[in-house]
């Protein structure tokens, strides 16, 4: 690790000012992945912006006076997959995404922004040895190189991979997120987040290097729905998920009033598949049809050399994840 | 004049008295008979504690006061010749004291991390921070890091099946037109790196005023290494300590110095200084050995009892530049019963400009079990008989087939077994396959050399037993301890073990699965010469005829009435301990000069994902003598899970353009965690040997060779196909599952 500076401030506001005066600063929370990349050396920012400071006012989970949830940036997956607020079968899917990731000492540790905004994973992107596209380079190694754990949807000129777990039960909850910029406070769609096309030039965020997110909203769930969450790993210790897939639904009289799909762990970004909606609205949900619908989020997969199996096993975890949160017995 | 004495041997289901010689001096083996009360026994490992309190101190953890960091500025190319280099930036950063090359211009580098520079600095950042400045110009040359593209290697098919023909012979093809089942198949396996939780290096203190090197490394030869360094340095024996009092794992891969410790030596010697140089994660996985990748061939054939009529072996080893140790073996005694004509086995090294493969726990038998085990299953299957009665059939092994029926039955082999291969047991949950497999094991080591163990009592009672061999993680201080404790009749508490240290008598590399069974018997032989003698001062002390004085079970007795505790006693042998040694003998006449074992695994495989989980595992396992049994089924246990991991995850992902290893850490060299843990059972079998005064038989080795097949073969009656392939990734099972399908589509087709 090369010697770096580590710059703390009072307050949200105060904190970003710091990071806009120091250049090349970086937000540092856990630093799970951060200090990991640093010590390899793949990564040697001169500044880190502690955030951790911040956990007396961003470390909460809240109802909102409209029945809404926020959730502080610096909750951590652990108190995350356990928050009492978060009891509602239509969280059942954020709970478990936070809930199986990584290790338990990791979960304990590693906060909710952190997870949303780590960088992406590619064993080309992650080593010095590359000079990748996504870091400045020409190529794309892993493009017709070793790809077993790499994108088979929505990619462009980069395979990597997202590896957020809670981006997509976040997603199909209708997540918001309020970042802060010095004084300036705005609130957006977490989708936006990331970048609409994750060329291989496009950052892993859209956030400014001295923006902050402080919290995530979710909308109060409508009554009777229900939330899953479903990955495939090669272990169950300590592992990436190969695919992912949340689902979130909600139904009235037997029948789908809303229904939303998002993969994970497939593209370079979270994949929230709107065609799902439209193919369920109003119909019967029956196994068949999740089936059905898992198969059209994977129909536009173009996989790679080594990765052509997450095709059916993505498409088997998505639709487990659809029947999860139907109700359907797997 | 070796005398001769009759020994009951043999297990529980085959005792027999056996004659054998005993070497004068020596004391008459422990029998089947013999009672222990501390041997054999649940006792806790000694350094159990130490190990997960982080007390105990590893080479790793040994700083010395001005310590440098070393490291080794390696090859970003596979292959090719160095043209220059320049160290002269790399020498005027900050920190930095010692720059030298390990490798001359137009030297070749053999693989992506071979050794060009070494040098030390103040701090291991410092250290990095030079390495980054120096700079390395080679020729480059056409490198080749796939095996399956080396010269030499077999031509394969879009299956991975070998296609090219086989030598021609005669009694083969005869053995194979008298089988009712005949398979043929290719099997392959990739490389799985050691893997030691601590990694591969050295602390090396160079000591110029008294000519000294100390040093310390993570090794699994502390006495042979003392000889490799002193060579290395030009410094005589005498005045080389080597230390190891414990080491992280070896499996293998830690027997030499290495560039590693031949350079922190010349670093250290050229700076005066003690220099500390450890692999990181990435070295370790790429410069510091492997179990070889494999690709094995078998057409067998069996009768319609099940018995083998022809086996025709063979395999090709991808064990990176050096071009040997690839090899692989299989369970030859299946076909014990054939005509040589009839049996046939054959190998090949293919070179690649990769890192060199090493020994790793039971080299070559993972692979090959995995491709024989399989081949056996196959032709089961193909006669319609439960795997097991097969293995009954062609096993020769009374300790084995003993084995075999009892673990089948604490498995509920029969129940766990899926009676229709690819039929889900649940039809309610059709995606969900289970099945069961079984593999045999076996290795060979009751321990030799003439080794010699010290023993120690003090005046205060405590004990010493020491030897300069290595802990690896074994439990070997807690082996000597407990066979010292038993022979004295003193609790187990009195005694401390010490090892790794080359101020004590020699011992041996732990290769092979013979530091054990090497050692005990000289521990217990030092043992008997110490209660002897201390039998002799207390008589001395005591003012009475030695011939009168008993010894049992802790106290010292006259005409039968208790006279003296053991400490009692030792307060009496004067200010100067006793110290005695025992030595090891060649072993005489044993039961058997090998161990057996079999296995059992259960699996669970996802049809729509291709996910395989284990959910339980059986090991039967005999190794001679039992001394501690906790700590012999640690290692069983360790070998079943890293079996597990073996079959269903690891594997070194090379970018083949570049020969470089992209999983080089311990992100995506996946190894298999708490979770991945399933039931895991283990019941070891005792058996009196004979051989020598314990008869133990090493435990390393043994039950690292039948995990991988098992498990394969459970996943292909779960499947109804084999995978043929290790680690078995979901990819590989959606594959097989997919050409199942077709294959019974076309044969619908033909109906």
Known sequence: ?330 | MSAPHDVKVGFAGDAKVLQVQLPPGDVPPWDLDKEFSVVGTAMDRLDGVAKVTGRARYTFDVNLPGMLYGLLVRSTIARGRIKSVDTSEAAKAPGVVAVLRTKDDGHRVRFVGDDVVALAAETLDQARDAAELVRIEYDVEEHVTDFRKAEGAPRLDGDGQIVDPWPESADIEAGLAAGKARVEATWSCEVQTHSALESHGTVAWWKPDEGVLEVWSSTQAVSGTQQAFAAAAKVPQNKVRVHAEYVGGGFGAKFPPGAEGLNAVRLSMATGRPVKLMLDRYEEHTCAGNRPSAIMQIRAAADESGKLTAWDYRSFGGPGYSGQQGGTSWPTYYVAHLPRGARRTAHKDLATDTDAGRAMRAPGRPQGFFAAEGALDELAVQLGMDPLDLRLANDPSPLRRYEWQLGAERFGWKERRNPEPGKPRDPSRPWLLQGAGLASATWGQLGGGSWKVTCRIHQDGTVEVRNAAQDIGTGLKTVLAAIVAEELGVPLSRVRATTGDTIDPAGPASGGSTTTPSLAPAARLAAARARQKLVERVAAALGVDAAQLGYEQGHFRIDGQRKLSFVDACRRIGPEPIEEQGERFRNYAAYQDHVCGCQFAEVEVDARTGLVRVTRMLAVQDTGLVLAKKLAESQVLGALIQGISYALHERRVLDHRFGRMLNGDFNYYKIAGSVDTPVLDVVLVPVANGGNNVGAAGLGEPPATAPAAAIHNAVANALGVPVRALPITPDRVLKALATKARAAESKKEGD
Not at chain 1, 69 to 92: H, K, N, Q, R
Request: include cysteine.
């Open chain 1, 1 to 330: 690790m090369k010697p770096f500076e580590i710059v703390r401030a009072e307050g949200i506001a105060a904190t970003s000012k710091a990071a806009g005066a120091t250049p090349g600063a970086v937000f540092k929370a856990a630093g799970i992945d951060l200090l990991d990349r640093m010590k390899e050396r793949q990564f040697q920012p001169p500044a880190l912006v502690d955030l951790l400071r911040l956990r007396s006012e961003l470390a909460a989970v809240k109802v909102e006076p409209d029945g809404g949830i926020a959730i502080g940036a610096l909750v951590t997956l652990a108190g995350l997959a356990a928050a009492p607020e978060l009891a509602d079968p239509a969280f059942a899917g954020l709970r478990e995404a936070a809930g199986i990731a990584a290790t338990p000492q990791i979960r304990s540790r590693a906060t909710v922004a952190g997870n949303l905004l780590q960088q992406a994973r590619c064993w080309y992107l992650r080593s010095a040895a590359f000079p990748c596209a996504h870091k400045g380079g020409e190529t794309c190694f892993a493009m017709y190189g070793e790809n077993r754990y790499h994108s088979v949807l929505a990619y462009d000129d980069c395979v990597r991979v997202h590896p957020s777990n809670i981006a997509p039960p976040l997603l199909t909850l209708g997540a918001e997120v309020t970042v802060q910029r010095g004084d300036a406070v705005r609130r957006i769609k977490l989708a936006e987040l990331w970048p609409e096309r994750p060329t291989a030039a496009a950052p892993d965020h859209t956030l400014a290097p001295d923006e902050i997110v402080t919290w995530i909203h979710l909308p109060k769930p409508a009554a009777g729905s229900r939330g899953a969450y479903c990955e495939s790993r090669e272990k169950l210790s300590f592992d990436w998920a190969t695919t992912a897939a949340a689902a979130f639904a909600t139904l009235a009289d037997g029948k789908v009033v809303d229904a939303r799909l998002c993969l994970g762990a497939v593209a370079p970004g979270p994949v929230p598949v709107p065609a799902a909606t439209e193919m369920l609205a109003g119909k019967v949900p029956t196994a068949a049809l999740c089936d059905e619908v898992a198969a059209a989020a994977f129909a536009g997969a173009k996989p790679l050399y080594h990765n052509a199996y997450k095709v059916p096993t993505g498409t088997a975890i998505a639709a487990r994840a659809l029947r999860l949160a139907f109700g359907i017995e797997d």
